[in-house]
T-cell receptor
Framework: DQQVKQNSPSLSVQEGRISILNCDYT??????FLWYKKYPAEGPTFLIS???IKDKNEDGRFTVFLNKSAKHLSLHIVPSQPGDSAVYFC???????????WGLGTSLAVNP | DSGVTQTPKHLITATGQRVTLRCSPR?????VYWYQQSLDQGLQFLIQ???????AKGNILERFSAQQFPDLHSELNLSSLELGDSALYFC?????????????FGPGTRLTVL
């Protein structure tokens, strides 16, 4: 049972436009969410996180929005750049039990 | 470069065999995590060690075991290998054991079981 779902396996956007990556979760106990980015042949790298006490966290071009009632979070990248082309993973953690539950990832292609 | 090293990069072996994957965390990081990424699967958390002690356990099979040594490097042992164990195995480290502490990932070890 996939507790963290990234329903879009892939996404393609034009350079300069907004990229929106979505993540849904089923476990209402999740209280901390993270996004990681992964390039081919490399390990994932941390991008941005959000605690459940917030509904938005922004870091430069990256903003994560959390809608607890809908059990949904999204990552916005504005403006998108070709270097953003990567696989993006959403991960969630419940009550500091120290286990991250990961989605399957969304492959983002930003076209010049 | 995350500062986390994993060896070997690639490993090809046969069913029934045993292999050991090695991870050196970033300097100063006390916590080491192991993950498995199979084809069409997201990252599956296997196990976490903090300063030599097991901290958290995920979907780790009984055929798999891990340890963290006094110098903080970690090894993941996979035995009685099956075809389905073919995957990318990632190690990550963080300064503390808290999950809201950024995890830094190594480049992974690609295991192929034939």
């Amino acid at each position: 049972d996939q507790q963290v779902k990234q329903n879009s396996p892939s996404l393609s956007v034009q350079e300069g436009r907004i990229s929106i990556l979505n993540c849904d979760y089923t476990n209402s106990m999740f209280d901390y969410f993270l996004w990681y980015k992964k390039y081919p042949a490399e390990g994932p790298t941390f991008l941005i996180s959000i605690s459940s006490i917030k509904d938005k966290n922004e870091d430069g071009r990256f903003t994560v929005f959390l809608n607890k009632s809908a059990k949904h979070l999204s990552l916005h990248i504005v403006p998108s750049q070709p270097g953003d082309s990567a696989v993006y993973f959403c991960a969630a953690e419940a009550g500091n039990n120290r286990k991250l539950i990961w989605g399957l990832g969304t492959s983002l292609a930003v076209n010049p | 470069d995350s500062g986390v090293t994993q060896t070997p990069k690639h490993l090809i072996t046969a069913t029934g065999q045993r292999v050991t994957l090695r991870c050196s965390p970033r300097s100063g990081d006390l916590s080491v995590y192991w993950y498995q990424q199979s084809l069409d699967q997201g990252l599956q958390f296997l196990i976490q060690y903090y300063n030599g002690e097991e901290r958290a356990k995920g979907n780790i099979l009984e055929r798999f075991s891990a340890q963290q040594f006094p110098d903080l490097h970690s090894e993941l042992n996979l035995s009685s290998l099956e075809l389905g164990d073919s995957a990318l195995y990632f190690c990550a480290s963080s300064a503390s054991g808290r999950v809201d502490n950024e995890q830094f990932f190594g480049p992974g070890t690609r295991l192929t079981v034939l």
